[in-house]
């Protein structure tokens, strides 16, 4: 697999996973346990944040501090990557967010985009494009060539949840500078282009338009 690439293993990952593959979890359980799981992510995908030094006075003495040197720009794409901003939020509250509106057509899987808004200054961002469903990459890889043909955004990092092995090939061989997080990798997709075992329709699930 690409150096570009990480599929995260954790045990409290898998532990919520479990409870979003489960067809009896109801909405309310659905979207606070992907709101968890967002914020567990949150410590892994900032990892190699670039930081500067800054010059402060603690009570006792000056002394030089770390600080993170760039911007953070989060993109949710509408709508199921909502449900990954509030947890990422909670531990980089300076964030600014951004929205992509692209769905999947139904009969042909082939991406429509609807909706975008990025802040004026984006393209000097250090850029997190949040969906939880990465399955056969067309939704991601439009939203990329997005941010960079309307946003000028160049540093972009993926962060979803489930990945199917054609989606994870198809966005890396569409964009490899981007770096891809997933909390999991599955076994593949089915006839309809649904990741298997999966978690079905996370907008859905989500928002409780079942
Ligand atoms: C889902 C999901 C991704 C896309 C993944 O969105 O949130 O954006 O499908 O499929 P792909 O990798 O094959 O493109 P959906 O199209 O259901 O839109 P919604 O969240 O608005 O319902
Ligand atoms: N979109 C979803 O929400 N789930 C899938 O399994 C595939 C695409």
Redesign the pocket.
């Known amino acids: 697999m690409s150096a570009n690439i990480t599929v995260l293993h954790h045990p409290l990952i898998e532990h919520k996973l479990a409870l979003l593959r489960n067809r009896d979890t109801d909405n309310k359980l659905f979207r606070s346990t992907l709101e968890e799981l967002s914020y567990l992510l949150v410590y892994e995908i900032t990892r190699d944040l670039p930081l500067q030094p800054v010059r402060i006075h603690t009570p006792l003495a000056p002394c030089e501090v770390q600080q993170l040197a760039d911007p953070i720009l989060l993109v949710p794409?509408?709508?199921?990557?909502l449900g990954m901003v509030t947890g990422i939020l909670d531990l980089i509250p300076s964030a600014k967010v951004g929205h992509v509106g692209?769905?999947?057509d139904e009969a042909s899987?082939c991406?429509v985009e609807y909706y975008l808004r990025l802040p004026p200054d984006a393209a000097a961002m250090r850029t997190f494009l949040l969906?939880?469903?990465?399955?056969?990459?067309?939704?991601?890889a439009h939203a990329v060539e997005l941010l960079k043909t309307k946003g000028g955004i160049t540093n972009i990092t993926v962060v979803t949840i489930l990945a199917a092995p054609e989606?994870l090939d198809a966005l890396h061989a569409a964009h490899p500078d981007v770096t891809i997080y997933t909390a999991m990798l599955d076994q593949r997709l089915d006839e309809r282009?649904y990741i298997l075992p999966g978690l079905g329709?996370?907008?859905?699930r989500l928002f409780g338009t079942v």
């Open positions: 794409v509408l709508r199921a990557g692209v769905y999947r899987l991406p969906d939880p469903m990465l399955a056969t990459g067309g939704s991601l989606g282009g329709d996370c907008g859905d």
